[in-house]
Structures are given as C-alpha cells and as structure tokens.
C-alpha cells in the first residue's frame, strides 16, 4: 500500500504565495526522488518541479522558475513545493508524483499519484 496525500491547496489572489506539502505513507519508493504535476481542465499534466534524493538537485518548468520552490523534509517521507507570486495561468490542480522510472518531466514516469490539491489564483 503506497499512498501520497497532497495539502495546502486553496484559494489566493495573483501575487500571493500558498506552500503545498505532500505527505507518503506505505511501503518505501525504489527511487527518492519526488515531483510535482498540475493539470487544468481539459489540459494534459504537466511537469511543475521535481526534487533528486538528496535535495541538492531540484528542477522546474520554465513557467515557474524563479517562483516556485521544491525541498524535501526532514525525512523522505514529506516533500513541499513553496509556490510564490502566483499568476492566475497557475490555476490548477497540484499533484504530488513519486517512484520516478523514467525521465522527471514526463508524467508517465511516476508510478504513484496522489489525489491533488485545488488551486485557484484569481486576479
């Protein structure tokens, strides 16, 4: 049983800041890496961030670099994602990724999702 419980999600307005956090729980990943996606209506997931084992290695899609950051916790058991000046395109729901296979960016290398977070930036 593996499972990833995604929190932090709600409403904010554009400029402000919301912190996800993504808590597992299960049997342990073969890979510690973890990521997180979002997915609009109607749209494909899409990469958002992705953090190695260690922490020292984190990557992020172009549309939120320099806005967005990814750490992990004190164990490897909670990732966080700090999302800081939110634009209304952001507007999505967030979900947290683990058990990488393949390369960090395509959503069909995570093997476990979690249910996702709402959120809604408004302008």
């Known amino acids: 049983q593996v499972q990833l419980v995604e929190s932090g999600g709600g409403l904010v307005q554009a400029g402000g800041s919301l912190r996800l956090s993504c808590e597992t729980s299960g049997r342990t990943f073969s890979s510690t890496a973890m990521g997180w996606f979002r997915q609009a209506p109607g749209k494909e997931r899409e990469f958002v961030a992705a953090?190695?084992?260690?922490?020292?290695?984190?990557y992020y899609a172009d549309s939120v670099k320099g806005r967005f950051t990814i750490s992990r916790g004190n164990t490897k058991n909670t990732v966080y994602l700090q999302m800081n000046t939110l634009k209304p395109e952001d507007t999505a729901v967030y979900y947290c990724?683990?058990?990488?296979?393949?390369?960090?960016?395509?959503?069909?290398?995570?093997?476990?999702w979690g249910q996702g977070t709402q959120v809604t930036v408004s302008s």
């Open positions: 953090i190695s084992w260690s922490g020292a290695n984190a």
């Open positions: 990724a683990g058990e990488s296979v393949g390369p960090y960016y395509s959503s069909t290398s995570w093997q476990y």
